[in-house]
């Protein structure tokens, strides 16, 4: 069975450029989570979608991020005018709906800025 | 709010030694489940358990265990006869039953076994 995807698996960008990272979820699952992980640091939450609910943007770090999820399925996470404290591992996970159910990750795009 | 501490940063083992791995939880929600989710140098997380606050019964899987305790407030996890592949970050989470469904990570323990 297919789990969590994420592309790319990498992206190297030059500074001020936009990028567009894409998250597929598991199939059914109604909830979706973006994070950033920093080289050696925990999970920092950054967006929440819940089925056709408005999403939870309360871990956006800045105006330039922004994300979407088409149909209730893929989500695009996308940063513009990057900047160096960008780079970063974005994860993304999704569940079934309800307190009690586990999130299942994707392996992640590592986003590199120059 | 809720919060979760994970205590140790980094915890350095000989291979076959056992290894207690600590997380202490806060939360006003009196229905919440916890999580253990390990992340190996590969980089993606995976779910390892789920305990809700409701049933204290350890579990053992293997060479894994925990030990959920409301009255301390900690959901611990052991590993005994620990094994370079257990080599890892490891995530404690909470998600309390009262709002948000937005889960509450520890900053994870970096375990490194040794050969």
């Known amino acids: 069975g297919a789990g969590v995807s994420q592309s790319p698996s990498n992206k190297v960008t030059e500074k001020g450029k936009d990028v567009e990272l894409r998250c597929d979820p598991i199939?059914?699952?109604?909830?979706l989570y973006w994070y950033r992980q920093s080289l050696g640091q925990g999970l920092e939450f950054l967006i929440y979608?819940?089925?056709?609910?408005?999403?939870?943007k309360s871990g956006l770090p800045s105006d330039r991020f922004s994300a979407e999820r088409t149909g209730g399925s893929v989500s695009t996470l996308t940063i513009q005018r990057t900047q160096q404290e960008d780079s970063a591992v974005y994860l993304c996970?999704?569940?079934?709906?309800?307190?009690?159910?586990?999130?299942?990750f994707g392996d992640g795009t590592r986003l590199s800025i120059l | 709010a809720q919060k979760v501490t994970q205590a140790q940063t980094e915890i350095s083992v000989v291979e076959k030694e056992d290894v207690t791995l600590d997380c202490v939880y806060e939360?006003?929600?009196?229905?919440?489940?916890l999580f253990w989710y390990k992340q190996p140098p590969s980089g993606e997380l995976v779910f390892l358990i789920r305990?809700?606050?409701?049933?204290?019964q350890n579990e053992i899987s293997g060479r894994y265990s925990w030990n959920f305790q409301k009255s301390t407030s900690s959901f611990n996890f052991t590993i005994t006869a620990s094994q370079v592949v257990d080599s890892a970050v490891y995530f404690c989470?909470?998600?309390?039953?009262?709002?948000?469904?937005?889960?509450?990570f520890g900053r994870g323990t970096s375990l490194i076994v040794h050969p």
């Open positions: 996970a999704s569940s079934l709906t309800g307190y009690n159910q586990p999130q299942h």
């Open positions: 199939s059914g699952h109604t909830a």
């Open positions: 979608f819940q089925g056709n609910s408005a999403p939870d």
């Open positions: 939360t006003r929600d009196t229905t919440y489940y």
């Open positions: 305990r809700n606050s409701f049933d204290e």
């Open positions: 989470a909470l998600r309390g039953s009262g709002g948000s469904y937005i889960p509450t």
